[in-house]
């Protein structure tokens, strides 16, 4: 990871507890859900704000940064609870088999190129915004479907 990728990551770290704090108190920003799973190692319950894209009439949280702990603990426990403002509601997180995620990252980063591709240039998961660079870097980014519990 390099030292912009970093402050970055400490930055946004930041944030997600004021945005965590105000989604529990009401305040809902854009596509943030607030994902809560069970930690892997602890047993005590994690908070953290996800992005949940819709994308071709199926809801998807895509992994923003290397080595989440979110996802290892989603694959650990992959029902959670995702809050949206006040309600929630007890969803499985299905994780995509590599060639669903390259099929899926392409197609997305090709109708919607600067808000993701960048945003994964920014936090080092790829070397080049393009559909074909987040394709390739598909073993590298998880991507779970939300499905009903």
């Given at each position: 990871?390099?030292?912009?990728?970093?402050?970055?990551r400490?930055?946004?770290?930041?944030?997600n507890?004021?945005v965590t704090?105000?989604?529990?108190?009401?305040?809902?920003?854009?596509?943030m859900?607030?994902?809560?799973?069970v930690?892997?190692?602890?047993?005590?319950?994690?908070?953290?704000p996800?992005?949940?894209?819709?994308?071709a009439?199926?809801r998807?949280?895509?992994?923003?940064?290397p080595k989440?702990?979110?996802?290892a603990?989603?694959r650990?426990?992959?029902?959670?609870?995702?809050?949206?403002?006040?309600r929630?509601?007890?969803?499985r997180?299905?994780?995509?088999a590599?060639?669903?995620?390259?099929?899926?990252?392409?197609?997305?980063?090709a109708g919607?190129?600067t808000?993701l591709?960048e945003?994964?240039?920014?936090?080092?998961?790829i070397?080049?915004g393009?559909p074909?660079g987040?394709a390739?870097?598909?073993?590298r980014?998880a991507?779970?479907?939300?499905?009903?519990?």
């Amino acid at each position: 990871m390099s030292p912009h990728s970093k402050r970055l990551r400490r930055m946004v770290n930041r944030l997600n507890k004021l945005v965590t704090l105000l989604q529990k108190r009401g305040v809902v920003f854009s596509d943030m859900h607030i994902l809560t799973v069970v930690g892997r190692r602890t047993g005590e319950l994690r908070d953290v704000p996800v992005s949940v894209l819709e994308v071709a009439g199926a809801r998807y949280v895509f992994q923003a940064y290397p080595k989440s702990a979110w996802v290892a603990n989603v694959r650990a426990s992959p029902t959670v609870t995702l809050t949206r403002g006040r309600r929630s509601s007890e969803v499985r997180m299905t994780e995509l088999a590599v060639p669903e995620r390259r099929s899926l990252l392409r197609d997305h980063v090709a109708g919607n190129p600067t808000k993701l591709g960048e945003w994964f240039v920014k936090t080092g998961l790829i070397e080049e915004g393009t559909p074909d660079g987040l394709a390739a870097a598909a073993e590298r980014i998880a991507i779970f479907r939300v499905d009903p519990a």
